[in-house]
């Protein structure tokens, strides 16, 4: 039926405004790009004096923990700011694998550190990353608490490693390296379990065509 001239016209939905991604130079990102480059400056450090100079060392410890702390705050104001921008979903995971990398290399080729740890570490972060991207395609696998309890223990241990430290100390340094490592391995397992099952739902959702 055709519509007098004083009819309403018909109203069309009108689509929810996307708000606008905040811009990659906010706070949040600037941290972690200045995380960046305190990777170069740590390493620096870490050599410097023939790599077993406590002054030195502890310079190195100095930057390896405000790098830390950056990672805490930067996540945290970009969460709580809106400030979340696909340049620090990227950047920022980059520069934690390349700070924690950067530490556990040097520590073992300076002979501090065993090549074992340094491999089994480096080799669960590479997987998990390898994992995300196995899955993103059905889901996110979103960071579990104990991932965050895992960085934690991984930071302090390569901290205390990075201080020249004897006696109680290094006894105590080898036990948090080696909660560590447990944690590693744990919370990689438990990844992996949560890829395989996102995934096995993921196809099962496709091929009911949802």
Same mark, same amino acid.
């Given at each position: 039926? +055709? &519509?007098?001239?004083? $009819?309403?016209?018909? +109203?069309?939905?009108?689509?929810?405004?996307?708000?606008?991604?905040?811009? =990659?130079?906010?706070?949040?990102?600037?941290?972690?790009?200045?995380?960046?480059?305190?990777?170069?400056?740590?390493?620096?450090?870490?050599?410097?004096? @023939?790599?077993? #100079?406590? &002054?030195?060392?502890?310079?190195?410890?100095?930057?390896?923990?405000?790098?830390? %702390?950056? !990672?805490?705050? !930067?996540?945290?104001?970009?969460?709580? &700011?809106?400030?979340?921008?696909?340049?620090?979903?990227?950047? !920022?995971?980059?520069? #934690?694998?390349?700070?924690?990398? +950067?530490?556990?290399?040097?520590?073992?080729?300076?002979?501090?550190?065993?090549?074992?740890?340094?491999?089994?570490?480096?080799?669960?972060?590479?997987?998990?990353?390898?994992?995300?991207?196995?899955?993103?395609?059905?889901?996110? %696998?979103?960071?579990?608490?104990?991932? &965050? =309890?895992?960085?934690? $223990?991984? @930071? +302090?241990?390569?901290?205390?490693?990075?201080?020249?430290?004897? @006696?109680?100390?290094?006894?105590?340094?080898?036990?948090?390296? @080696?909660?560590?490592?447990?944690?590693?391995?744990?919370?990689?397992? #438990?990844?992996?379990?949560?890829?395989?099952?996102?995934?096995?739902?993921? %196809?099962?959702? *496709?091929?009911?065509? *949802?």
């Amino acid at each position: 039926m +055709t &519509k007098g001239p004083g $009819a309403p016209a018909a +109203t069309r939905p009108t689509p929810a405004a996307v708000p606008p991604q905040p811009g =990659v130079w906010n706070i949040a990102n600037v941290l972690t790009m200045f995380r960046l480059l305190l990777v170069p400056v740590f390493a620096a450090l870490l050599f410097a004096g @023939g790599g077993h #100079d406590p &002054k030195w060392r502890a310079l190195a410890w100095a930057a390896f923990a405000i790098a830390m %702390i950056t !990672d805490v705050f !930067d996540g945290a104001l970009a969460r709580r &700011k809106g400030l979340v921008t696909d340049f620090g979903r990227i950047a !920022d995971p980059i520069a #934690d694998k390349a700070i924690m990398g +950067t530490g556990l290399i040097g520590l073992s080729l300076l002979g501090d550190l065993p090549w074992w740890i340094t491999a089994v570490i480096l080799a669960r972060e590479l997987g998990i990353t390898l994992m995300r991207f196995w899955v993103i395609r059905y889901a996110v %696998i979103p960071a579990s608490r104990g991932g &965050k =309890v895992k960085t934690l $223990a991984q @930071g +302090t241990a390569v901290g205390m490693y990075v201080l020249v430290l004897t @006696g109680p100390l290094a006894t105590a340094r080898a036990v948090v390296m @080696g909660v560590a490592v447990f944690l590693t391995l744990a919370t990689g397992l #438990d990844y992996v379990l949560q890829a395989v099952r996102l995934r096995r739902e993921g %196809i099962a959702r *496709e091929r009911r065509g *949802e």
